[in-house]
């Protein structure tokens, strides 16, 4: 698949009429913290909460209007349906979104509201795709991808001529993949405007089969896709996509959904900024390779593109919590003691010591391996971080050495 240059600049003078450009904002908290200048790109911000609404907008405005007649169809887990839907609300097209199901519900009732039909079809997006390829053959309508399409990826790729406008000496933008429409859009603008910037991209470690190709220089596929981050959750690999990839990618890598949680909630705290998993992996990306090479960035200018704000709210509570136990400022602690009076107060006054606060107490006398005359306490503690952390297991293993995180 190849695209012509002129095809992103002529999507970036179509789109430059319909969505205005998202900001690029500094962030001084995590610049300090990492020694370099940090800028959000905050694609979470345009309307949709997401920059699919890009390449779907391009893709629909450049259909005939006999396409536009018969109405699009479209396959997504969530935040593509919602790019087609408005774009279609704001061309005057019919818009039918398969998605699979168990989508957030957030997703599919935003989708519904933008005035576009949504069925439920499959556990997977692969089984979305085979339903909506059934649907087509008995109702012809216009199909957007939401990444494989010549006019989708021009589309995504107007925010690297956003970025050149807004800071054109950036060192390096950090990205996440999914199925890659945005990092190969991003990456052609780039090379086609000969700038120097460096692109890394990444994926969730539960799904990581682009990463795992563009590695290992052929493509790989995997049996599941295991991750929160439902933005970036395909397993599946185009070989087209795969080889523009390769032509504009410098490196990827994969990143766990312990760090993708602690990475939203760093956006939260640091930048008042809420991002889905796949919004925040280039913060989780980049605080990865900077632990590896804090030199590689020293005084930088760094991008981090956050494609996408569309969090499920009932997962947020524990999305939080894992991030709070990844930046140990939570943890839980076992500690197995002999069954009789003043132990357990032994054991808070040494909490208490330390500065740390109680937020829950089991006391399991049934554990098998406690025995007759012993109890498994569990403490989940409130912590400062990893040194307070450090401090705490310390004084605690004076007195109780069999004390274990769990």
């Given at each position: 698949?190849?695209?012509?240059?002129?095809e992103?600049?002529?999507?970036?003078?179509?789109?430059?009429?319909?969505?205005?450009p998202?900001?690029?904002?500094?962030?001084?908290?995590l610049?300090?913290?990492?020694?370099?200048?940090?800028?959000?790109?905050?694609?979470?911000?345009?309307?949709?909460?997401?920059?699919?609404?890009?390449?779907?907008?391009?893709?629909?405005?450049?259909l005939?209007?006999?396409?536009?007649?018969?109405?699009?169809?479209?396959?997504s887990?969530?935040?593509?349906?919602?790019?087609?839907?408005?774009a279609?609300?704001r061309?005057?097209?019919?818009a039918t979104?398969?998605?699979p199901?168990?989508?957030?519900l957030?997703?599919?009732?935003?989708?519904?509201?933008l005035?576009?039909?949504?069925?439920?079809?499959?556990a997977?997006?692969?089984?979305?795709?085979?339903?909506?390829?059934?649907?087509?053959?008995?109702?012809?309508?216009?199909?957007?991808?939401?990444?494989?399409?010549?006019?989708?990826?021009?589309?995504?790729?107007?925010?690297?001529?956003?970025?050149?406008?807004?800071?054109?000496?950036?060192?390096?933008?950090?990205?996440?993949?999914?199925?890659?429409g945005?990092?190969?859009?991003?990456?052609q603008?780039?090379?086609?405007?000969?700038?120097?910037?460096?692109?890394?991209?990444?994926?969730?470690?539960?799904?990581?089969?682009?990463?795992?190709?563009?590695?290992?220089?052929?493509i790989?596929?995997?049996?599941?896709?295991?991750?929160?981050?439902?933005?970036?959750?395909?397993?599946?690999?185009s070989?087209?996509?795969?080889?523009?990839?390769?032509?504009?990618?410098?490196?990827?890598?994969?990143?766990?959904?312990?760090?993708?949680?602690?990475?939203?909630?760093?956006?939260m705290?640091?930048?008042?900024?809420?991002a889905?998993?796949?919004?925040?992996?280039p913060?989780?990306?980049?605080?990865?390779?900077?632990?590896k090479?804090?030199?590689?960035?020293?005084?930088?200018?760094?991008?981090?593109?956050?494609c996408?704000?569309n969090?499920?709210?009932?997962?947020?509570?524990?999305?939080?919590?894992?991030?709070?136990?990844?930046?140990?400022?939570?943890?839980?602690i076992?500690?197995?003691?002999?069954d009789?009076?003043?132990?357990?107060h032994?054991?808070?006054?040494?909490?208490?010591?330390?500065?740390?606060?109680?937020?829950?107490?089991?006391?399991?006398?049934?554990?098998?391996?406690?025995?007759i005359?012993?109890t498994?306490?569990?403490?989940t503690?409130e912590?400062?971080?990893?040194?307070?952390?450090?401090?705490?297991?310390?004084?605690?293993?004076?007195?109780?050495?069999?004390?274990?995180?769990v």
């Amino acid at each position: 698949m190849n695209i012509d240059f002129k095809e992103f600049k002529e999507a970036y003078k179509v789109l430059g009429k319909i969505i205005h450009p998202t900001p690029l904002i500094y962030n001084e908290w995590l610049s300090k913290q990492y020694g370099c200048e940090i800028f959000l790109k905050l694609e979470n911000m345009l309307p949709i909460g997401s920059f699919k609404m890009r390449g779907a907008t391009y893709k629909i405005s450049s259909l005939s209007a006999k396409e536009k007649k018969q109405g699009v169809l479209a396959v997504s887990a969530g935040n593509h349906a919602q790019g087609v839907a408005w774009a279609a609300a704001r061309f005057g097209v019919k818009a039918t979104i398969i998605m699979p199901e168990g989508s957030p519900l957030t997703k599919i009732r935003n989708t519904e509201t933008l005035g576009a039909k949504v069925i439920l079809a499959g556990a997977s997006i692969e089984d979305s795709f085979a339903y909506a390829q059934e649907l087509m053959k008995k109702t012809p309508m216009a199909f957007v991808h939401p990444y494989q399409d010549p006019k989708v990826i021009a589309g995504q790729g107007t925010v690297a001529f956003e970025l050149l406008e807004q800071m054109p000496d950036m060192d390096y933008i950090f990205s996440s993949i999914g199925g890659g429409g945005l990092v190969s859009g991003m990456g052609q603008v780039l090379k086609g405007s000969k700038a120097k910037t460096k692109v890394i991209a990444g994926q969730a470690t539960g799904c990581s089969a682009m990463v795992d190709s563009l590695n290992s220089g052929k493509i790989k596929q995997i049996e599941k896709a295991e991750t929160f981050a439902d933005g970036i959750r395909v397993k599946n690999v185009s070989p087209e996509m795969f080889g523009l990839l390769k032509k504009v990618v410098d490196s990827t890598y994969s990143v766990d959904d312990e760090k993708l949680a602690w990475a939203i909630l760093q956006l939260m705290e640091k930048a008042r900024v809420i991002a889905e998993g796949a919004g925040a992996l280039p913060l989780a990306l980049f605080d990865q390779l900077h632990k590896k090479d804090p030199k590689k960035f020293k005084n930088k200018k760094v991008v981090l593109v956050i494609c996408g704000g569309n969090i499920d709210v009932n997962l947020l509570e524990r999305i939080i919590d894992r991030g709070l136990i990844e930046s140990n400022r939570k943890v839980r602690i076992a500690i197995p003691i002999a069954d009789r009076p003043g132990l357990l107060h032994q054991l808070t006054g040494i909490i208490k010591n330390v500065g740390a606060n109680v937020l829950q107490v089991v006391h399991d006398r049934d554990s098998v391996n406690t025995g007759i005359s012993g109890t498994n306490v569990i403490f989940t503690l409130e912590t400062k971080g990893k040194e307070h952390l450090d401090q705490l297991l310390k004084e605690m293993k004076k007195d109780f050495p069999q004390c274990q995180i769990v």
